[in-house]
């Protein structure tokens, strides 16, 4: 199975390294195949495409750009690309403000419905967009796992997702459709917030049941 990933920040290049490591095909989408980024992943056998050959030879792909570049490489890729695909959403709809990163949409409508709406014969899932990129592969904590929430409309997509969440040690939970994007985007940041106040950056969310 190829796994295709749209932007090659720490996010793409994370679960680039994480997927490979579990034995799948990757290749990571990128407008600068030359960008300094990159060098180690390519020295290492790791396989680079423009954003348009990644999308349409991926069986998965997952969205992994800054929010201000979904729009943008979805135009590159062209939409058939995507057409009956799982795509995985990993952004959050940030812009940056003086008192730092903020939400630039919520409460009635969020980046998983918009980039559904951009795409509306794309499967999409919202997965991953509340935990650091160093951790989306590795959700095992202490002899356990994590949590990790989930939003799509397909359900045979969202299997599909928990699988990948189970090969990589998380617990999966299913939140429903892909307007509970409006609950996972404000949840991430309540992660960022954290972060941002605290400067710790290894925290993440598990579930107790008192
Ligand atoms: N960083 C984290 O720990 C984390 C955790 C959870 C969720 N997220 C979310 O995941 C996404 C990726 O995060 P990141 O930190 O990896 O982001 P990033 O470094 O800011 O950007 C990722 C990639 O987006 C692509 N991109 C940017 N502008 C673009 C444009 N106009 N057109 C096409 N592509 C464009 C670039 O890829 P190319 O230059 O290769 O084309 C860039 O490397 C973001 O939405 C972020 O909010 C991040």
Redesign the pocket.
Known sequence: MKIGI?????????LAQGFQGKGYEVL?????PE?E??KAWKAAGGHIAS?SETAQSADVAI????????K??ID?AGKDAFSGKLLID?????EFGQSGPELSVGFSAS?GETVQSWLPEARVVKC???????F?CDGSYEGGRLDMFIAGNDETAKKQVAGFLDEFQWNCHDLGGIDQSRILEPF?ML?IRYGVKNQIWNHAFKMVRK
């Open positions: 749209l932007g090659s920040g720490t996010v793409g290049r994370s990571i989408g990128t407008r600068d960008k980024e990159l954003p969205l992994a750009t800054a929010w201000s570049g979904a943008p490489v590159l990993v952004t959050n709809p940030l980046a991953w967009n509340i935990i650091t990129a160093a989306m991430a992660w």
